[in-house]
């Protein structure tokens, strides 16, 4: 008897090959038809032991598919776990009043060998069956085990195919289900009004949905679906930034992709978009093979942003940098001119006489003049450099990467030839001039209290040396 447990686990390695009630095998037919050949039995079969019946993969010489499993040879086969060999079932105590012995198929004769798999379950048999009694020799039987190990292997490589079939069905449902499930994000994110973009890494192939051609006016533009394409239409100073940031992203030096950036439209202007994505498949070597995310456009709340900062950091009046901007590029002037060990000059400057032009000819008048000396000065600056309205009558110049002061003092003296000259008002010719203090980074001080402190002790001495000139702050002289 065999034990209860062990015969569960039985079943369920003979139920791991998928094989009970399949149709008819070539293979398996050609190897019982080779057994019953070479050993001259009528009768061969590969038998599967089931839970209550013995099934025939395949059989010769039996008009059977299957028999229940009781009082039947190979039931035994398969339990001792070893061959079993009956020459004569009439002289074998066990098999002699057997039903298969006493009526058809009338069997005189067995031998059958076990099909006993890697893991040592005894999954049924190889066998050969006589209707006469009839010796099996030794060299015989190792043949008939030889054919039974066959078989036993034809059953592994069957098991292996049917469970490959089966992983490669999952497959393709997996990602039907996966591709329909990424066809309704795009969708839904669509619907959103986002720009839908799908990027293939392996081909470069990148899909632009149809709320992205809309936002950008590209709906009937035959544009190629490549990242090429992206790239390009990005603006020109937005486009490191952009590939540094995917790269980042892809090599797993950023946790997530969210970028901002301009995007040129059809009609040539920029819009800013806020592109965010993540990789949805990666390939066996776990390098990313695809990617899918949204532009949304952000232009509204960036035109928003950026005049907030600009009346944060501009004077309303002339339009030039405020003293917050100025101090902060200061600021950051010291930093680099310290890194890279250059010089910058400050110019600390106060218009002369400015008050009795309010006075003369009225508070407007007095705009008027300061909007267009700060158009003079700011002619004559450097891109590079920064001129900034500090205060009131009060304007500052941040010039970097100088040489020495003695170019600063020229530049200072264009300064004060071009405020000198005459400035028409409401019919009146006003004339004012500028005193102008300088300090020079790192030798007059090298922070920015210092240096405004400097420039602005260099500007009032200056004044007091008769106003319309430039000094160079000097510690002895102050
Ligand atoms: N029109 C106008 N005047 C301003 C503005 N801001 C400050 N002021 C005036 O500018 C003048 C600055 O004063 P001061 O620098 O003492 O006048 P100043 O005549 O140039 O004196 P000095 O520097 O000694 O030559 C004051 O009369 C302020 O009211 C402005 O935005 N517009």
């Known amino acids: ?231 390009a239409l990005i603006h020109e100073e937005d486009q490191e930034r952009f590939t540094n940031s995917l790269n980042a992203y892809l090599y797993g030096q950023q946790p997530g992709y969210k970028i901002e950036y301009r995007i040129r439209c059809k009609n040539g202007d920029y819009k800013w978009v806020l592109s965010r994505g993540m990789v949805v498949e990666r390939t066996a070597e776990d390098t990313p093979k695809r990617m899918i995310g949204t532009h949304t456009d952000i232009s509204q709340s960036k035109l928003l942003e950026q005049s907030i900062w600009q009346q944060a950091h501009t004077d309303n009046l002339t339009g030039l940098p405020n003293r917050r901007l100025f101090l902060d590029r200061l600021q950051q002037a010291i930093y680099s001119s310290q890194r890279e060990q250059k010089k910058f000059a400050l110019f600390f400057m106060d218009l002369d006489g400015f008050k009795a032009v309010n006075d003369l000819h009225g508070h407007l008048a007095g705009d008027q003049l300061l909007i267009e000396i700060a158009s003079r000065i700011q002619k004559m600056s450097r891109q590079a450099d920064t001129f900034a309205r500090f205060a009131g009558d009060e304007f500052a110049i941040l010039a970097i990467n100088i040489s020495n002061s003695e170019d600063m003092l020229l530049h200072a003296n264009k300064i004060l030839q071009v405020v000198k000259e005459p400035i028409p008002l409401n019919g009146y010719a006003a004339s004012v001039s500028i005193s102008i203090g300088i300090a020079i980074f790192p030798d007059h001080g090298c922070t920015v209290d210092t240096l405004i402190r400097h420039a602005d002790q260099a500007m009032y001495e200056a004044k007091e040396s008769g106003k319309n000139t430039c000094v160079v702050y000097h510690p002895h002289r102050q």
């Open 1 to 231: 008897m065999l034990n209860h447990n062990k015969e569960l686990e039985r079943l369920a390695a003979v139920e791991s090959y998928h094989i009970l009630d399949t149709a008819p095998e070539a293979d398996f037919d050609q190897l019982v038809a080779l057994a019953s050949t070479f050993f001259s039995t009528p009768i061969a079969s590969v038998t599967v032991m089931a839970e209550d019946r013995l099934w025939f993969k395949s059989a010769k010489g039996l008009d059977l598919c299957e028999a229940p499993r009781e009082d039947v040879f190979c039931q035994l086969t398969v339990e001792q776990k070893t061959r079993l060999v009956i020459e004569d079932t009439l002289q074998d105590a066990l098999f002699k009043n057997n039903p298969l012995v006493i009526q058809a198929p009338y069997i005189r004769a067995y031998a059958g060998i076990p099909l006993i798999n890697d893991q040592g379950y005894a999954i049924g048999t190889f066998c050969v069956m006589d209707h006469v009694p009839r010796h099996f020799s030794e060299a015989e039987l190792t043949l008939l085990t030889i054919l039974a190990n066959q078989a036993m292997k034809l059953m592994e490589l069957r098991r292996e195919i049917v469970q490959r079939t089966e992983l490669s069905k999952q497959l393709q449902v997996f990602y039907e289900q996966q591709a329909k499930s990424q066809e309704l994000w795009k969708q839904a994110m669509d619907a959103v009004g986002d720009g839908v973009w799908d990027y293939d890494l392996i081909t470069g192939h990148y899909f632009f949905g149809p709320n992205w051609r809309k936002m950008l006016g590209y709906q009937s533009e035959p544009l190629l679906p490549q990242l090429e394409t992206l790239r």
